[in-house]
């Protein structure tokens, strides 16, 4: 265990990031599996609908740093092609 102060707050602030970013991750992997449900399924509003709101969750973790732009455009983009392919 750290004896120092600042190492002491330094475990606290990493260890509240953490749960915030696995919460946020937790979020767009959920947003995601709902797209990929509405594209398996065929319901094709359902997958527009719910690729809107996944696509709002990917960019705002994004903003906050949760995960590289370059990789939330990848998700977006992976996401959006398998709604666009569907018949």
């Given at each position: 265990m750290a004896n120092i102060k600042s190492a002491?707050?330094?475990i606290l602030v990493t260890r509240t990031k953490t749960?915030?970013?696995?919460?946020?991750?937790s979020g767009v992997k959920t947003a995601i599996k709902k797209v990929?449900?509405?594209v398996e399924?065929?319901?094709?509003?359902a997958a527009k609908?719910?690729?809107?709101?996944?696509?709002?969750t990917i960019e705002m973790a994004a903003t906050k740093g949760v995960y590289h732009k370059n990789n939330a455009a990848r998700k977006?983009?992976?996401?959006?092609?398998?709604?666009?392919?569907?018949?």
């Amino acid at each position: 265990m750290a004896n120092i102060k600042s190492a002491k707050k330094r475990i606290l602030v990493t260890r509240t990031k953490t749960e915030r970013n696995k919460a946020i991750k937790s979020g767009v992997k959920t947003a995601i599996k709902k797209v990929l449900a509405a594209v398996e399924a065929g319901d094709k509003e359902a997958a527009k609908a719910e690729l809107t709101a996944a696509t709002k969750t990917i960019e705002m973790a994004a903003t906050k740093g949760v995960y590289h732009k370059n990789n939330a455009a990848r998700k977006v983009s992976r996401i959006s092609k398998a709604v666009n392919e569907m018949a």
